[in-house]
């Protein structure tokens, strides 16, 4: 018979992870920053924010009233956006501009034919 064994317990003297204090210190703080609800509101917040941000920054054309109007007749193979790109100002987004030309000129849609005359508004 066997008086002594070679087995070992797999339980006996593991090997525990230390962290250092200051490691130990930043995961408290990441756990307990993650959790509040404020972060997750201020996330919210800013999402809501730059949102309405870029949506001003779209729809602002400028708060001037156009100071005269410029007529052109549309050539073969013209579409409203090509016309705006080359007549709008610089500080007026092309959307707007386009938006502008169709109330001045009445339009429905962004059809137009060769032949029409448009009003461009100028300032």
């Known amino acids: 018979m066997l008086k002594y064994s070679t087995y070992r317990s797999i339980y006996e003297n593991i090997p525990t992870e230390t962290d250092s204090d200051s490691e130990a210190w930043i995961h408290q703080i990441k756990s307990k920053i993650v959790s509040l609800p404020l972060t997750k509101l201020l996330i919210i917040l800013l999402i809501v924010v730059f949102g309405w941000t870029g949506a001003y920054s779209v729809f602002a054309g400028g708060t001037e009233e156009p100071t005269g109007e410029k007529l052109v ?51």
């Open 73 to 123: 007749i549309v050539q073969s193979g013209d579409s409203l956006w090509k016309i705006a790109s080359v007549h709008k100002p610089e500080n007026v987004d092309i959307r707007v501009y386009i938006d502008t030309i169709r109330r001045n000129n009445g339009l429905k849609g962004p059809d137009i034919q060769a032949g029409d005359v448009l009003s461009l508004p100028v300032w």
